[in-house]
């Protein structure tokens, strides 16, 4: 080891501290190989770890920024990529430390292959073997987090005793179905045996179709908050925004919309017609309705409907709600919430996501170890339970209300 000016009052002091000084000088310089820190950043996560005996002998920070400066230089750390095709993972940056064991993090790289754009997948051993023993999936992807050269962040995530918990995460280049079969396609080369049956994800159609050709017969649901937020985004755009906000009845009828979820899926089409027709059903709601009809209910023809863009058994949420099961993927934007916050910044290059994803995966395996052990976690807000209490009363009780009534019902208990 250089010297770094080590020094002690007497041998049996040296040989009791310095051995530890050393080893903390050793994590400064892994820490300037392996991450984006400011080198004051390293030192105040570090050294505060010191005894004071051992504290009293470290070198000078002036010093410790030295290292930290050489150690990057030796490494040769990576020029920040101005696209895909400059982008090279160091070696430190594709790996993870879990239980003080260095494994693979970075589980494919389409680097050299003849496609457009670039895919990288990263997991762990461990969370791909919880992916194959996981029916129930959750899909979720978001452009803020992703680096700037990559179009979005598509997590995968898993339920396991009791939680959601993120399993894999990618970096896409597009949102075409080609991206998405390619991805689940490696995914299932890298974890032989995965069969999920059933799918929880926003209203991304490519999404859809190419887990349907990978997993012929998994059933899509789409999220009720993306569906509710469609039919927002509709008044948003037709202009009944200002009269939705001020008027709580007209609210309430563009809430009883999608509310239809909630409906029996053989009874939404007649459900839907019925609501129309009802007296005092708001003109200037037409226009949301024949945008809602259209894309997931399909226009009436003479014998039958048009097939929609989503079909009513992917938002359908009455039998999910009597069996409590998740209707959205809230947990899922939370944990894209909680990694925004992580990252410190939307866009982060991408040496600084790496980082701050690795952080992340070693928060969820503490979370995983908790509940393997039996603790729990978070416990849900107490606000929602009840709110989903009275939504499963309301539901279990459809044969025996006016739908009118139902649907009100159910629109009191959500918002945009």
Sequence with gaps: MEN????????????????????????????????????????????????????????????????????????????????????????????????????????????????????????????????????????????????????????????????????????LPNKTRATYVTFLQQLKRLQPGLQPTQLMTDFELAAMQAFELEFPGILKTGCFFHLSQSVWRKVQSEGPKARYENDHEFARWIRMIPALAFVPEHNVSDSFTELLETEGFPEEAVPIANYFEDTYIGRRLRRGRQIPLFPTQIWNVYQRTLNDQHRTNNHVEGWHRA???????????????????????????????????????????????????????????FEDRHLTDYLHGIAYNFEF
């Design 339 to 397: 990694f925004q916050e992580t990252c410190g910044s939307q866009f982060p290059n991408i040496f600084r996501f790496i980082e701050c994803l690795r952080k992340q995966q070693g928060i969820h395996n503490y979370e995983i170890i908790q509940s393997i052990a039996g603790n729990q976690g978070n416990p849900r807000n107490k606000k929602y339970v009840a709110i989903s209490a009275r939504i499963k009363r309301i539901v279990e009780d």
């Design 4 to 171: 770094m000016g080590y020094g002690c009052a007497n041998s049996d002091q040296a040989a009791r501290v310095e051995p530890a000084a050393i080893r903390l000088v050793t994590t400064v310089k892994e820490r300037a190989a392996t991450t984006q820190e400011s080198p004051h950043q390293i030192i105040a996560n570090v050294i505060p770890q010191a005894h004071a005996d051992v504290a009293a002998i470290m070198p000078k920070k002036d010093a410790l920024k030295k290292t930290i400066r050489r150690a990057r230089r030796d490494e040769e750390a990576p020029a920040l990529p101005r696209n895909m095709q400059e982008l090279v993972i160091p070696r430190g940056f594709s790996e993870i430390v879990i239980d003080g064991e260095v494994q693979q993090f970075l589980m494919y790289d389409s680097e050299n292959q003849l496609m457009p754009g670039r895919i990288l997948i990263f997991s762990t051993r461990s969370n791909l073997h919880l992916l194959a023993q996981s029916q129930e999936w959750f899909a979720d992807g978001t452009f803020s987090t992703a680096p700037a050269i990559f179009e979005q962040l598509y997590t995968l995530h898993a339920i396991k005793n009791s939680a959601v918990v993120p399993l894999v995460y990618a970096l």
